[in-house]
């Protein structure tokens, strides 16, 4: 009922950059806190980016200064700008929502993950 897509994942040079989209879709009610988490091979899964529905923003010390993460609520789609990148940026990258939906019955809370867009940084 709840769908989370991401796209804008690719192969960059180290400093060039790209731009994740990240589209929410269902009986969606309220979206609360969206944000980006990265997952490198061998390596746990861990926050890149968060930003609240009121704006409200959070970074990774490895990405402050060169990600910015950006929301258009009218379009439930989250955004991660990614300049400056290196090859230790390279990863999965996963959109995360928390939100509330409609599921015929009841309004329901819960996170949904997309399910990942590759970022390839070669040095």
């Known amino acids: 009922q709840v769908q989370l897509v991401e796209s804008g994942g690719g192969l960059v040079q180290a400093g060039g950059s790209l731009r994740l989209a990240c589209v929410a879709s269902?009986?969606?009610?309220?979206?609360?806190?969206m944000g980006w988490y990265r997952q490198a091979p061998g390596k746990e899964r861990e926050l890149v980016a968060a930003?609240?529905?009121?704006?409200?923003?959070n970074y990774a010390g490895s990405v402050k200064g060169r990600f910015t993460i950006s929301r258009d609520n009218a379009k439930n789609t989250v955004y991660l700008q990614m300049n400056g990148l290196k090859p230790e940026d390279t990863a999965v990258y996963y959109c995360?929502?928390?939100?509330?939906?409609?599921?015929?019955?009841?309004?329901?809370?819960?996170?949904?993950w997309g399910q990942g867009t590759q970022v390839t940084v070669s040095s």
């Open positions: 995360n929502a928390d939100l509330i939906y409609n599921s015929g019955t009841y309004y329901i809370s819960d996170k949904y």
């Open positions: 269902g009986s969606i009610l309220r979206i609360n806190a």
């Open positions: 930003i609240t529905s009121g704006g409200s923003t």
